[in-house]
């Protein structure tokens, strides 16, 4: 159980173009989604808090312009990286707090590799 | 005062030796620390976490060790294993924070057969 799953795994795109990662829970429903970038052989850095049908609370220092982020559904939470540059290229990781549960436990995804070209 | 430092950075083990991670933490409102297994190209999975009121836990060969006095927590991997390098990531969070992780520096550790 407690499993989460992102799409795709790898993109590229070409710079000024974007970019949506999806990141699901199979089996539970989430009430808070988090999005973190990491960049190689770094620690995971934290972009974002979502709320399902709320706004996400973006960390300082994070456009919230270029990163848009949806939580439509206790399922469900999307980042879209708007006009990607390189610069945007690194790993985005998401994770999955259980509807119900404590507030402890995060389970996450598997991670998406963004290369803008 | 959330930050969250994490030695070594590195570390190298033989097959069957214990490999020990430390780290330390300054926000006492901190009040669940979890640790994070993450193989290359993967997302990090939980291995084992703690509260501070206890002083240590123990799942099979890994186990926490926690000081709220010093303000520190550990974690001990019992007879390492070539499987289990990869990177170890601390991190901390507290009950306001509605789940907020904040992540130490991650040590990789390679364990040689």
């Known amino acids: 159980g407690a499993v989460v799953s992102q799409h795709p795994s790898r993109v590229i795109c070409k710079s000024g173009t974007s970019v949506k990662i999806e990141c699901r829970s199979l089996?539970?429903?989430?009430?808070?989604m988090f999005w973190y970038r990491q960049f190689p052989k770094q620690s995971l850095m934290l972009m974002a808090t979502?709320?399902?049908?709320?706004?996400?609370?973006?960390e300082q220092g994070v456009e919230k312009d270029k990163f848009l982020i949806n939580h439509a559904s206790l399922t469900l939470s999307t980042l879209t990286v708007t006009s990607a540059h390189p610069e945007d290229s690194s790993f985005y990781i998401c994770?999955?707090?259980?509807?119900?549960?404590?507030?402890?436990?995060?389970?996450f995804g598997p991670g998406t590799r963004l290369t803008v070209t | 005062q959330q930050q969250v430092k994490q030695s070594p950075q590195s570390l190298i083990v033989q097959k069957g030796g214990i490999s020990i991670i430390n780290c330390a933490y300054e926000?006492?409102?901190?009040?669940?620390f979890p640790w994070y297994q993450q193989f290359p190209g993967k997302g990090p999975a939980l291995l084992i976490a703690?509260?501070?009121?206890?002083s240590e836990k123990k799942e099979g060969r890994f186990t926490i060790s926690f000081n709220k006095s010093a303000k520190q927590f550990s974690l001990h991997i019992m007879d390492s294993q070539p499987g289990d390098s990869a990177t170890y990531f601390c991190?901390?969070?507290?009950?306001?924070?509605?789940?907020?992780?904040?992540f130490g520096q991650g040590t990789i550790l390679t364990v040689h057969p």
């Open positions: 994770s999955a707090r259980e509807l119900g549960q404590g507030f402890d436990e995060q389970y």
């Open positions: 089996d539970f429903q989430a009430t808070t």
């Open positions: 979502s709320n399902e049908g709320s706004k996400a609370t973006y």
């Open positions: 926000n006492t409102a901190f009040d669940y």
């Open positions: 703690i509260r501070p009121d206890v």
């Open positions: 991190a901390a969070t507290r009950g306001t924070s509605y789940g907020k992780l904040t």
